[in-house]
């Protein structure tokens, strides 16, 4: 499998990533254990996981992600084989109990004892990649600002702080590099800058959300990451599996992931979002390929993106993710697709 550099890092990472935010709810401990052995047998060694998942979050479960890797990794030897990345939590005042009893955020405190807490989890000494899950600042994200921009609060973490912490992290070993997700073209600049002036290693990727139904990535941040070798490590690039088709017209398949997800999954039910699934769904009909894969494989397409990071409910679905590099992008599908863009823009923010 095609590897791609992160950033401006040493390291380098499958085009595919293996998303990890539903080991525990949708995926059991057997079937989590079976698609990493089957990713690690295609090529695919970039595994990305978070101290909050699974999702939806709870207390009762939160970080078995990251426990279901480090097990695997103990029992398979398989730590140096890939490229580990996990996550703190950014602000957020419902979710007391990640830190045990205070409100989560992206403060030297929060950094340190998350690291600690991801590295027993995870059983390993040291994290390739650790990122700040969404910044602590009120920003753009997760649809927060579909009915318009929210002013920052003046009470944010200084990005200068959260920046010091990873490179004493860096420096003592514990992560080898750092990113960000969620974040936006200001933040991603402003972080590098900080970087720059404090002599820390600068961010090598930035986690966000990219596909067909959301494009906003395009609009600002492709020229950061490209110009400034900050990788796009995609998330929900099958937009959690509406651009399959199988909810449209209200439909809910069982065991899918929308029917324990509820509230959290209504950023793709926007008004015209069901126009442009259909319209590429009769894309990928009149090329003769399966929709996901379709959808993948274009994000891969693109030269600002360093890999796209997947979820699999099943082994089924995992074949043929892995498949969807033998596609060739051409450049009569990319205009197709793109004609669908063009009528229904980013219907999915």
């Keep these: 499998m095609e590897k791609r550099p992160l950033g401006r890092s040493s390291l380098e990472v499958s085009v595919l990533g293996l998303g990890t935010m539903m080991f525990h709810t949708q995926i059991d401990r057997d079937g989590a254990w079976a698609q990493m052995d ?17 999702i939806p979050p709870k207390a009762e479960y939160v970080g078995r992600s990251e426990e279901f890797i480090g097990e695997w990794m103990k029992e398979r030897g398989t730590r140096e084989r890939i490229l580990l990345a996990t996550k703190v939590a950014g602000r957020n005042d419902d979710n007391h109990w990640i830190r045990e009893g205070r409100t989560p955020r992206v403060s030297a405190r929060d950094i340190e004892e998350a690291v600690e807490a991801s590295l027993a989890r995870l059983q390993t000494d040291v994290i390739d990649l650790y990122q700040i899950h969404w910044p602590d600042r009120q920003s753009p994200r997760f649809a927060n600002d579909r009915y318009g921009f929210v002013p920052f609060a003046d009470d944010w973490v200084p990005l200068e702080e959260a920046v010091a912490a990873m490179g004493r992290l860096i420096a003592a070993g514990k992560i080898r590099t750092w990113g960000l997700s969620n974040d936006t073209p200001w933040g ?9 002036a404090l002599g820390v290693d600068r961010p090598v990727s930035v986690q966000n959300p990219y596909s067909l139904l959301n494009r906003i990535y395009e609009y600002g941040l492709a020229e950061v990451g490209m110009m400034e070798d900050v990788g796009l490590l995609t998330y929900s690039p099958l937009a959690q599996g ?25 950023r793709y039910e926007g ?13 990928a009909g009149d090329f ?4 996901n894969a379709m959808a993948l494989r274009w994000s891969v397409s693109k030269p600002f993106v360093a890999s796209s990071i997947f979820g699999a ?35 999915a923010p």
Aim: aromatic letters at 8%; one cysteine or more.
């Design 242 to 266: 509406y651009l399959s088709g199988k909810y449209l017209d209200g439909q809910v398949p069982e065991g899918a992931r929308k029917s324990f997800m509820g509230e959290r999954m209504t």
């Design 188 to 196: 991603t600049m402003k972080c590098i800058q900080v970087a720059e």
């Design 313 to 347: 409910a099943n082994m089924r679905q995992l074949e043929l993710i892995i498949d969807c590099l033998e596609i060739e992008w051409t450049d009569e599908l990319d205009a197709a697709v793109n004609a669908v863009h063009a009528r229904w823009p980013n219907p």
């Design 38 to 54: 089957r990713c690690l047998d295609a090529g695919c060694d970039f595994f990305d996981t978070a101290e909050i998942y699974p």
């Design 288 to 291: 003769g390929l399966d929709p």
């Design 271 to 283: 008004p015209s979002t069901e126009h442009a699934i259909r319209g590429y769904l009769e894309v």
